[in-house]
């Protein structure tokens, strides 16, 4: 008795065993059994925003293509389930697998990446963004500030500057006890050295502030005032003073990025990351330009700074630089050595 059932247990072991023989030879000659990979893209930005709109859901739906059904993108825009506050920690925990945000919601978390927001520095959004992805090839110091997660998209919108409610800015001493809304604590620091006082607060919430007058209005890349409709509270701008590039990134978990194949790792390094960046760039600095003609459309008054003008504003602005770079120095940062390397980027693209 004992005998037959052990003879019986051996020939539904050997019969298992050719099951599963069989199944695994079965998906390798056929490649039916394809994992597919579903992701979260969470941000904290509005649906009907034109990042989200003409970056974010082409990008997402050319990888749904060509990765052929291996991977599946479910986007949530709106702040449903990150904020522009919350989603570096988020990506860096994988508490979300993709996210889009501005640096400088976390201020002090990319202290080298913050010298784009210099004054001056930069004439567009796609210069800073070339000189950035040739200082992540270049400069080690540079790519640990990103180490907490993969980046796909690292680029810097539009030239930024001044628009108010109350009155035009022609000159550094216009702005002297203009309270703003302000993107960063780099750019306070330019700001306060025309003699404005700045406040925070996420751009959904800047339209209130300003027809509140708890702002008297704000800095920021022409493009983002016909995306939330400010031409409605703002009466004049002022053009040409390149105050500040506004860096942003779009990003993946390591915990994400590693369940990815070989092969759809390359597809995501091949559409995104520096083609997609520079692409980025010049998508705002076109927006730049339709933006500003669509505000004197609405009766708002540009007024476009000379040379002369601006020498004023960058003379007031200059000494940020050396302050800034001495207080990362104080901390152990090779500053110097990464914005003389930044300029030096800089000047070369420029020549070419």
């Known amino acids: 008795m004992k005998r037959h059932l052990i003879m019986k247990i051996g020939v539904l072991a050997i019969l298992l065993i050719m099951l599963n023989v069989v199944g695994c030879s079965r998906g390798a000659e056929t490649g039916d059994e394809t994992e597919v990979i ?6 904290p930005f509005p649906a009907t925003h034109h990042h ?10 050319e990888i749904m293509e060509k990765s052929e059904g291996r ?15 919350s989603a570096i920690d988020d990506i860096s925990t994988g508490a979300v697998d993709m996210t889009w945000t501005l640096q400088g919601y976390t201020p002090g978390r990319f202290p080298l990446t913050e010298m784009f927001e210099f004054f001056g520095h930069f004439t567009s959004g796609e210069e800073a963004t070339r000189v950035a992805w040739a200082l992540f090839e270049q400069s080690e110091a540079f790519r640990e500030e990103y180490k907490d997660f993969k980046v796909f998209n690292l680029y810097f919108s539009d030239v930024s500057d001044v628009y108010l409610a109350t009155k035009p800015v022609r000159t550094p001493d216009d702005l002297v006890g203009v309270k ?19 406040a925070g607060m996420p751009m959904p919430e800047t339209y209130d502030n300003i027809e509140r007058g708890v702002v008297e209005g704000l800095a920021t890349g022409a493009s983002a005032i016909p995306t939330y409709k400010l031409y409605e509270v703002l009466k ?25 194949s070989p092969k759809d790792q390359e597809l995501f390094e091949t559409i995104g990351c520096e083609t997609l960046s520079i692409k980025s760039g010049q998508y705002y600095d076109a927006l730049h330009d339709g933006a500003v003609k669509e505000m004197e459309e609405k009766g708002m008054e540009i007024y476009r700074l000379t040379d002369a003008d601006r020498a004023l504003f960058a ?19 090779a500053a110097r050595e990464f914005y ?6 800089r ?3 420029r020549n070419q």
């Open 38 to 43: 579903e992701l979260t893209f969470a941000h």
């Open 52 to 61: 989200h709109v003409d970056i974010i859901m082409p990008f997402v739906e």
């Open 71 to 85: 991977i599946k993108i479910n986007v949530h825009p709106g702040g449903s389930i990150t904020t522009g506050t």
């Open 180 to 198: 703003l809304r302000s993107a960063s604590p780099m750019v306070d620091r330019s700001l306060a050295k025309f003699g404005a006082t700045t």
């Open 236 to 260: 004049y701008g002022t053009e040409g003073m390149n105050l500040y590039v506004s860096p942003q990134v779009m990003a993946i978990s390591w915990n994400a990025w590693n369940k990815l």
């Open 315 to 333: 003379e007031k602005a200059a000494p940020v630089v050396e302050e800034y770079i001495a207080e990362l120095e104080a901390k152990g940062y």
């Open 340 to 345: 003389e390397l930044m300029v030096s980027i």
């Open 347 to 349: 000047d070369s693209l």
